[in-house]
Antibody
């Protein structure tokens, strides 16, 4: 059974940093692209970033490019999202999601339960 | 960025009746080399992550009831629930994954009339 478990969320002041983790199990992690998607309270999902499974290429939403960094450790079956220079508008539940293939251009067939990031002073 | 627009924003349908949700992309998401439309539909219930229902615009996820179907190509897509059940109350989102950023529609809230 595929499982994705996010951790690392919390309360942080504007300008601060956090590192989110997503522990994956139940599939060959290195073979799949992985994404981060966030959802602000009462809003729809917003795609944040993806890392491909084949070549580790990465892509970002304009709203986070230069501040957030996606990475993966295939030896530990773990996906990361480094969040720097956090803003109040980054407050959201952050989900990790598995793509249905190694290509970044695949939809997400499995999602974790999310971790809440709250940015406020 | 590709803009994805859903209609309507909310919908109330009687149990057993048909529900139809539309999704329009500002650019075509059809890839001619593999004949696929890079469009997925998700269902989200309160307190839960989104759940994929439909991928490649018209393929149903394993375990999803066959009352759910997806159609369309290019820029215009539809999610149809043929006979609404109480457990289908949720917010539904479409997402294009052809152009980064992979944008979602604003969502359609489906309720029982």
């Amino acid at each position: 059974e595929v499982q994705l478990v996010e951790s690392g969320g919390g309360l942080v002041q504007p300008g601060g940093s956090l590192r989110l983790s997503c522990a994956a199990s139940g599939f060959t992690f290195s073979n799949y692209a992985m994404s981060w998607v966030r959802q602000a309270p009462g809003k729809g999902p917003e795609w944040v970033s993806v890392i491909c499974g084949s070549d580790n290429n990465t892509y970002y939403a304009d709203s986070v490019r230069g501040r957030f960094t996606i990475s993966r450790d295939n030896s530990k079956n773990t996906l990361f999202l480094q969040l720097n220079s956090l803003r109040v508008e980054d407050t959201a539940v952050y989900y990790c999601a598995k793509a249905e293939g190694s290509s970044c251009y695949r939809s997400s067939d499995c999602w974790g339960q999310g971790t809440l990031v709250t940015v406020c002073s | 960025d590709v803009v994805v627009t859903q209609s309507p924003d909310s919908l109330a349908v009687s149990l057993g009746e048909r529900a139809t949700i539309n999704c329009k992309s500002s650019q075509s998401v059809f890839h001619s080399s593999n004949n696929n439309n890079y469009l997925a539909w998700y269902q989200q219930k309160p307190g839960q992550p989104p759940k994929r229902l439909i991928f490649w615009a018209s393929l149903r996820e394993s375990g999803v009831p066959d009352r759910f179907s997806g159609s369309g190509s290019g820029t215009d897509f539809t999610l149809t629930i043929s006979s609404l059940q109480a457990e289908d109350v949720a917010v539904y989102y479409c997402q294009q994954h052809y152009y980064t950023p992979f944008t979602f529609g604003q969502g359609t809230r489906l309720e029982i009339k």
